[in-house]
């Protein structure tokens, strides 16, 4: 199993709303990460988790609120969004190798906020 | 801060010839390049990845080259085929696993 699964695959909300973003792997992969992704751009880190703890934020506003409950999950919550934060949003995973390896990503939640 | 970027934002090539792909790189302590390919409405699809301590690596129909000295990396694609077509990446990977991408170039296989 080679797949990193992200759900919904489409989400529209309001600015006043919450949800949430999940993504789930069983690769056994230990890092975990949140990018977001405008039409014709690259993907944008924004939080990075390695061993469930939050090794890297990029700086992301705080009404983005990633969470890693356990080695196979992450979310990230949504909480007053701004209609710029519309977006392809990417989770990937990877092992943990010193030299680096590879990420998978899934195939993303495009979040729409009216 | 140091970034990756790439050259050549659209390159058009003709079914069945080869496709040059190029990416310079200026964080010098990244010590891990990979090359994604993107399709419309999906994820990143790994296609080949390199070490710092290579200078040359070979997949299926896909060539990464290194250049150390002059910060450039490249992808080469044989006998490019519709399948091909997307916008491709390269991404470097520096401490804590942070995994920063290039601004992308698509490609486009003309039949």
Redesign the interface.
């Given at each position: 199993d080679t797949e990193?699964t992200q759900t919904p695959k489409h989400l529209v909300m309001g600015m006043t709303n919450k949800k949430s973003l999940k993504c789930e792997q069983h690769m056994g992969h230990r890092?975990m990460?949140w990018y977001k992704q405008k039409a014709?751009?690259?993907?944008?880190?924004m939080f990075?988790y390695?061993y469930e703890k939050l090794?890297?934020n990029e700086s992301v506003p705080s009404r983005f609120s990633p969470e890693c409950p356990n080695s196979s999950l992450l979310n990230l919550h949504l909480h007053a969004l701004q209609p710029e934060d519309s977006a392809l949003y990417?989770c990937?995973s990877?092992q943990?190798l010193q030299?680096?390896?590879?990420?998978?990503?899934?195939?993303?939640t495009r979040l729409t906020v009216v | 801060g140091e970034s990756v970027g790439l050259h050549l934002p659209t390159l058009s090539v003709q079914e069945g010839d080869n496709s040059i792909i190029n990416c310079a790189y200026s964080n010098s302590a990244s010590?891990?390049f990979?090359w994604?390919k993107q399709e419309s409405?999906?994820?990143?699809?790994?296609i080949i990845?390199i070490?710092s301590n290579m200078d040359k690596r070979q997949g299926q129909r896909v060539t990464v080259l290194l250049n150390k000295t002059v910060k450039h990396l490249s992808l080469q694609i044989a006998a490019t085929q519709p399948g091909d077509s997307a916008v491709y990446?390269c991404a470097e990977?520096g401490g804590?696993?942070?995994?920063?991408?290039?601004?992308?170039n698509q490609v486009v296989v003309i039949p």
């Open positions: 990193v890092a990460y014709k751009k690259p993907p944008e880190l990075v390695s090794s890297i990417l990937a990877s943990v030299g680096g390896t590879e990420a998978f990503f899934g195939q993303g | 010590d891990y990979i994604y409405g999906k994820g990143p699809q790994f990845d070490r990446f990977r804590n696993n942070r995994l920063a991408f290039g601004k992308g």
